[in-house]
Every structure is written in structure tokens, then in C-alpha cells.
């Protein structure tokens, strides 16, 4: 059993540095990132929505420029690797014409994650697909918001508190009567304002928080001195009052937990099915891309899995069926659920481990929490909320349990397959009615290294 020790963890992701001591060398569609399996595209997906046009344009980018496969993220992009270092004016090309670039000035800043079921399942006080057009065409319409880094992000909650509980910088809420709120960093405190001005609200904040940050070498709104992170939310009412919008304080418990959505056939929905499918390790091979695609719109959810919106009813339990066929996880049981990793070796040259294969060896019955494998320190795109973190050290794997940026009982298991198998189980604990867990279909039921996830 691992020992009781709180500490703080020990290292967060690139993603959460603190201060502009250099550039914002945050990948995207534009500027690419050199890997050690090739070059990288973060294609910026905001609320993960997706045409079937869209997504078969990314699958035909990745089979001719990359390495074939599609990497979701823990914001809902996409990810292409292993590209030819001079593919980017034909990516560029391509996403254009498919209405994946709106703004190159601004592709980077495009961070939004939203509800993924939002108007699906008659669960949420309201849609927010509408927020989402809105903020989005805010943002690419503003020539301030370049200046947001590409680890800024927003976050568009129906009020099921999804969303909310993933620490975005700026939260809009929905609630009863027309209403929404708006969160300003990680605290309780909230604004509320009319729902049709809420995207307007989320820019404003933001262009505040880019005043706070010229002064402060901030990147996100956690980054702020603890004085001017409690002066935003006033500023930011100052703003919205000066422009006309109504707007007053509030307080809203952020949830502790962020929950994704269980998967199968989504209830709800009387003329059109959606089903939510998970991607082990977030990885798809062309042919389960193509599958995808080709089944209806997709949101990409912030935990790596996929919601297939506009099937026919009468198709969607044989789609189901191929999905799991194709090694996609459709339904409670399956051991992947919860398990995730970052690149590792052989893509990154900072890992210490392949945590992906080591992930797969370990995998076994689905675990009371979830479980994150890193390569270093750095522990790129570990998740929110309450979790096990095994970390590659050179002394072998660090397995703590993680509570937002707290850890405890750390120990250090050597690299032995077995033990490091046993260790990750018992610190997951069981779960014998896993929620959101999946089951695998035929090509997905082996316990070693699911399709797609191949480092």
C-alpha cells in the first residue's frame, strides 16, 4: 500500500508555465512543433465540433502529410504527427478550404471546450452550441485576442457541470431563466449576465486579463499574482457595466470532479441517435478515423473520446457495433477506461519510458480512479480532478495519488512489468460498477496494446 505523504506534485505541464520569460512556442495548424517521430499540428478545434466534411479532411492531412493517425487532446484538438517539416503551406491549404482556419492570426487562441452533449440528452439548463459560434467569431473577429497564449482556455458549460470542473481560465455557465455566469479563474466567484451577452462577457474578461498580464508575464489567469488574480473579476464587471451589459456578482462552487460522458447511445433524442465512444489513449488509426468520420458530426470531447451526433435510429446499434469491432470503446467494462498517457518514447525526446506500451501491459480490470502515465516531469496533458499519477523517473515509475496540484503516498516502483502492473492496480483500487466505463469490442478486447495506440 502506498504511503500516506502529502506533497505538492512535483512538476506541472508545459502548458502551466508560470511567467513570459520566452515566447509562446505553443504548437498549432501554422506553426509546427519538432518531435522526434517528425514535425506536429495542434489543429484547434473549438467545442470539438466537427462537420463530416471537416473530419474526413484531417484524416486525408494526416495519411498524406503525417503518420496516418489522429491524436485527440485533453482540450478536444487534433493532433498530426510525424509530418514532413515543409507540409505546412499544404495543411494550411487544405484545413482552409475545409473551414478548420478561419483566422490565421488567431488559430492559436481557438481554445474552447464545451458540454459535449449540450442539447442531446435534455440534460443542462441550455444549449451552448450557440455561445460557441458567438465566442468564436468573437474571438477571430478581435485583434487583441492574439495576444492570448495557446494554453489560454475557455470553457462553455450547459450548468451539468462538466466542463466546469476542468479549470479553464474563463468559464461561461448556463443557468435557468435565460441566464448564464461567468467564471473568472479557478475561485467561486461568478458574474452573472444575460445569456445572449455571455460570449461578449468571456472576450471582455479576457481582454482584461491580457492588461493584467502585461504587467504581471502571466499566461493564464491561475498565473496571476494572488492580488491581481482578486482584483480581475471587479475589473471585469467595471468593463462589462461601461459597455452596457448588465451584470452583478455572484458565488458558484466549482465542481471537485470532471466527468465525462458515459459511453453508448446518448439518451435522448426522438429523430436522431448520438452515440459517445472512447478512443484508447486517444489514438485512431486511419480506418477508425474513417469510420468516424463517415458516421455523422462529431464533438471531440476534452477527454479524449469522441460524441457521433445525427445517426438514424435504426443505425445506431449496428454502429455501435462496428465502432467496438474497430477496437473503440462503446459501453461499461472495458479495461482502457480511465487509462491515458502522453507521447512518450519514441516521439518525445524529454520521456524517459514508452508509457504507452507500458500503459497497455498494465492494463487490467477497470480501477476505482483513473490513471495517467507520463514520460517525465513534465506530465503533459495529465488530467483534472482526482487521479493516479505514474511518472518514469530514472529510478523507475513514482505512483501517487493526485489531487489537483496535491499528491500523496508516493512511491517509487522499479521498471518491472509485473510489479509496476500490481502496484498501478491497487493504487486505482475497483470499481465493480465502473461509471463511464466501456466495453471493448471483438478487436478491442486484448489487454495488451489497443489499435491505434502504438507509440
Same mark, same amino acid.
Given at each position: 500500500?502506498?504511503?500516506?505523504? &502529502?506533497?505538492?506534485?512535483?512538476?506541472?505541464?508545459?502548458?502551466?508555465?508560470?511567467? +513570459?520569460?520566452?515566447?509562446?512556442?505553443? /504548437?498549432?495548424?501554422?506553426?509546427?512543433?519538432?518531435?522526434?517521430?517528425?514535425?506536429?499540428?495542434?489543429?484547434?478545434?473549438?467545442?470539438?465540433?466537427?462537420? /463530416?466534411?471537416?473530419?474526413? *479532411?484531417?484524416?486525408?492531412?494526416?495519411?498524406?502529410?503525417?503518420?496516418?493517425?489522429?491524436?485527440?487532446?485533453?482540450?478536444?484538438?487534433?493532433?498530426?504527427?510525424?509530418?514532413?517539416?515543409?507540409?505546412?503551406?499544404?495543411?494550411?491549404?487544405?484545413?482552409?478550404?475545409?473551414?478548420?482556419?478561419?483566422?490565421?492570426?488567431?488559430?492559436?487562441?481557438?481554445?474552447?471546450?464545451?458540454?459535449?452533449?449540450?442539447?442531446?440528452?435534455?440534460?443542462?439548463?441550455?444549449?451552448? +452550441?450557440?455561445?460557441?459560434?458567438?465566442?468564436?467569431?468573437?474571438?477571430?473577429?478581435?485583434?487583441?485576442?492574439?495576444?492570448?497564449?495557446?494554453?489560454?482556455?475557455?470553457?462553455?458549460?450547459?450548468?451539468?457541470?462538466?466542463?466546469?470542473?476542468?479549470?479553464?481560465?474563463?468559464?461561461?455557465?448556463?443557468?435557468?431563466?435565460?441566464?448564464?455566469?461567468?467564471?473568472?479563474?479557478?475561485?467561486?466567484?461568478?458574474?452573472?449576465?444575460?445569456?445572449?451577452?455571455?460570449?461578449?462577457?468571456?472576450?471582455?474578461?479576457?481582454?482584461?486579463?491580457?492588461?493584467?498580464?502585461?504587467?504581471?508575464?502571466?499566461?493564464?489567469?491561475?498565473?496571476?499574482?494572488?492580488?491581481?488574480?482578486?482584483?480581475?473579476?471587479?475589473?471585469?464587471?467595471?468593463?462589462?457595466?461601461?459597455?452596457? *451589459?448588465?451584470?452583478?456578482?455572484?458565488?458558484? /462552487?466549482?465542481?471537485?470532479?470532471?466527468? &465525462?460522458?458515459?459511453?453508448? +447511445?446518448?439518451?435522448?433524442?426522438?429523430?436522431?441517435?448520438?452515440?459517445?465512444?472512447?478512443? &484508447?489513449?486517444?489514438?485512431?488509426?486511419?480506418?477508425?478515423?474513417?469510420?468516424?468520420?463517415?458516421?455523422?458530426?462529431?464533438?471531440?470531447?476534452?477527454?479524449?473520446?469522441?460524441?457521433?451526433?445525427? *445517426?438514424?435510429?435504426?443505425?445506431?446499434?449496428?454502429?455501435?457495433?462496428?465502432?467496438?469491432?474497430?477496437?473503440?470503446?462503446?459501453?461499461?467494462?472495458?479495461?482502457?477506461?480511465?487509462?491515458?498517457?502522453?507521447?512518450?518514447? &519514441?516521439?518525445?525526446?524529454?520521456?524517459?519510458?514508452? *508509457?504507452?506500451?507500458?500503459?497497455?501491459?498494465?492494463?487490467?480490470?477497470?480501477?476505482?480512479?483513473?490513471?495517467?502515465?507520463?514520460?517525465?516531469?513534465?506530465?503533459?496533458?495529465? /488530467?483534472?480532478?482526482?487521479?493516479?499519477?505514474?511518472?518514469?523517473?530514472?529510478?523507475?515509475?513514482?505512483?501517487?495519488?493526485?489531487?489537483?496540484?496535491?499528491?500523496?503516498?508516493?512511491?517509487?516502483?522499479?521498471?518491472?512489468?509485473?510489479?509496476?502492473?500490481?502496484?498501478?492496480?491497487?493504487?486505482?483500487?475497483?470499481?465493480?460498477?465502473?461509471?463511464?466505463?466501456?466495453?471493448?469490442?471483438?478487436?478491442?478486447?486484448?489487454?495488451?496494446?489497443?489499435?491505434?495506440?502504438?507509440?
Amino acid at each position: 500500500m502506498l504511503a500516506a505523504m &502529502p506533497a505538492s506534485l512535483p512538476s506541472r505541464s508545459p502548458g502551466d508555465a508560470c511567467a +513570459r520569460s520566452s515566447g509562446d512556442a505553443c /504548437p498549432g495548424a501554422l506553426r509546427l512543433h519538432r518531435a522526434d517521430d517528425g514535425a506536429l499540428a495542434r489543429i484547434r478545434i473549438p467545442g470539438g465540433a466537427l462537420t /463530416p466534411r471537416q473530419a474526413g *479532411v484531417l484524416g486525408q492531412a494526416a495519411e498524406r502529410l503525417g503518420d496516418g493517425e489522429l491524436h485527440l487532446t485533453s482540450r478536444g484538438n487534433v493532433q498530426l504527427r510525424g509530418l514532413a517539416p515543409d507540409c505546412g503551406t499544404e495543411l494550411a491549404a487544405l484545413l482552409g478550404e475545409a473551414g478548420l482556419l478561419p483566422s490565421a492570426r488567431h488559430e492559436r487562441v481557438r481554445n474552447v471546450v464545451a458540454s459535449p452533449l449540450s442539447g442531446l440528452d435534455g440534460l443542462g439548463a441550455a444549449d451552448v +452550441r450557440p455561445w460557441l459560434t458567438g465566442l468564436d467569431g468573437l474571438l477571430c473577429a478581435s485583434d487583441g485576442a492574439t495576444a492570448l497564449s495557446g494554453r489560454f482556455l475557455f470553457a462553455l458549460d450547459d450548468g451539468r457541470g462538466d466542463v466546469d470542473a476542468l479549470g479553464a481560465d474563463l468559464t461561461l455557465l448556463a443557468v435557468g431563466a435565460g441566464g448564464g455566469l461567468l467564471r473568472v479563474g479557478p475561485g467561486d466567484a461568478v458574474l452573472r449576465v444575460p445569456a445572449p451577452d455571455a460570449p461578449r462577457a468571456a472576450l471582455t474578461a479576457a481582454e482584461a486579463f491580457l492588461d493584467a498580464a502585461r504587467e504581471t508575464g502571466a499566461w493564464r489567469v491561475k498565473d496571476l499574482p494572488d492580488d491581481t488574480a482578486a482584483a480581475l473579476p471587479a475589473e471585469v464587471v467595471r468593463r462589462l457595466r461601461e459597455a452596457g *451589459v448588465p451584470v452583478a456578482p455572484d458565488r458558484r /462552487p466549482r465542481p471537485l470532479e470532471a466527468l &465525462p460522458p458515459a459511453h453508448g +447511445r446518448v439518451p435522448g433524442g426522438r429523430r436522431e441517435a448520438s452515440l459517445s465512444v472512447g478512443v &484508447p489513449l486517444g489514438r485512431l488509426d486511419p480506418e477508425q478515423w474513417r469510420l468516424l468520420a463517415g458516421a455523422g458530426g462529431l464533438r471531440l470531447t476534452p477527454w479524449r473520446g469522441a460524441v457521433v451526433t445525427g *445517426v438514424a435510429p435504426d443505425r445506431a446499434d449496428g454502429l455501435l457495433e462496428e465502432l467496438s469491432a474497430a477496437g473503440l470503446i462503446t459501453g461499461p467494462g472495458s479495461p482502457w477506461s480511465g487509462v491515458g498517457a502522453c507521447i512518450g518514447q &519514441p516521439g518525445c525526446a524529454k520521456s524517459l519510458a514508452d *508509457v504507452r506500451a507500458e500503459a497497455g501491459a498494465a492494463v487490467g480490470p477497470p480501477g476505482r480512479l483513473p490513471v495517467y502515465w507520463s514520460g517525465c516531469e513534465r506530465r503533459c496533458g495529465h /488530467p483534472h480532478g482526482e487521479w493516479i499519477d505514474v511518472v518514469a523517473t530514472p529510478d523507475g515509475h513514482r505512483i501517487s495519488h493526485a489531487r489537483g496540484e496535491s499528491a500523496t503516498g508516493a512511491a517509487t516502483v522499479r521498471n518491472d512489468p509485473a510489479a509496476l502492473a500490481a502496484a498501478v492496480a491497487e493504487a486505482r483500487g475497483t470499481n465493480p460498477e465502473p461509471r463511464g466505463a466501456h466495453t471493448p469490442g471483438a478487436r478491442g478486447a486484448r489487454t495488451s496494446e489497443p489499435r491505434g495506440a502504438r507509440s
